[in-house]
């Protein structure tokens, strides 16, 4: 008896601390089945706090959109921060200078912010290592850069379900291994409201 209530109480305290990181993974959720199409044309946007039309975006718009429903503009910071630094950021566009209307947009650049200004966590992190609210990039198998979000929610093989958009719109899918895995990054700045930090 005493033992299974010990069991309790751990998988009780085990859910407690994962609850505040899931606060990134719950605002990408929102985005399923709104953000249906997969669109990766370049367009004019307002700056800061710009987007495509929400029912439209790619892997790149479900991370941007859910740091902004926790108030944090990267549109704003990568370009802000390219500004500074142009020279940190990958040239693989032929850019001259910073773009606030795409840089957001490429994989390549936030995982140089994340790395510049959060945690590079590599990229043979096992199953476990992976928390709710962690960002993860790829490379797709026609040699594309992509990235998702890390759920507080489990696939069948115990590994975490992966909010992203890589063709179909947001989807919550069993992708961590599906693809050659490039980076493992965890961004939790002080402007992220207390309970999303631990």
């Known amino acids: 008896m005493h033992r299974l209530l010990l069991c309790a109480w751990l998988l009780q305290a085990a859910s407690a601390l994962a609850e505040p990181l899931s606060c990134l993974s719950r605002a990408a959720r929102e985005q399923v089945g709104v953000t249906r199409i997969y669109d990766g044309s370049y367009q004019r946007i307002d700056y800061p706090g710009g987007d495509v039309p929400i029912e439209r975006g790619v892997c790149t718009d479900v991370v941007v959109r859910a740091y902004r429903q926790l108030g944090i503009d990267l549109q704003r910071q990568v370009h802000e921060d390219m500004r500074a630094h142009f020279s940190r950021y990958p040239r693989n566009w032929g850019l001259s200078r910073p773009d606030r209307n795409i840089d957001h947009r490429r ?24 928390l709710p609210g962690d960002l993860v990039t790829w490379r797709l198998s026609n040699g594309l850069p992509h990235i998702g979000i890390v759920s507080e929610r489990l696939a069948d093989s115990g ?12 989807r919550e899918e069993d992708v961590l291994r599906a693809y050659t895995l490039t980076g493992h990054y965890r961004y939790r700045p002080e402007t992220l409201p207390a309970q999303c930090r631990q």
Do not use: C, E, K, M
């Not at 994989?107 to 992976?130: E, I």
């Not at 590994?159 to 947001?170: D, E, K, M, Y």
């Open 107 to 130: 994989v390549p650049n936030l995982a140089t912010y994340f790395t510049r200004h959060g945690q590079s966590l590599g990229n043979r992190s096992a199953d476990a290592d992976f």
């Open 159 to 170: 590994r975490p379900l992966i909010l992203h958009n890589v063709g179909a719109g947001t």
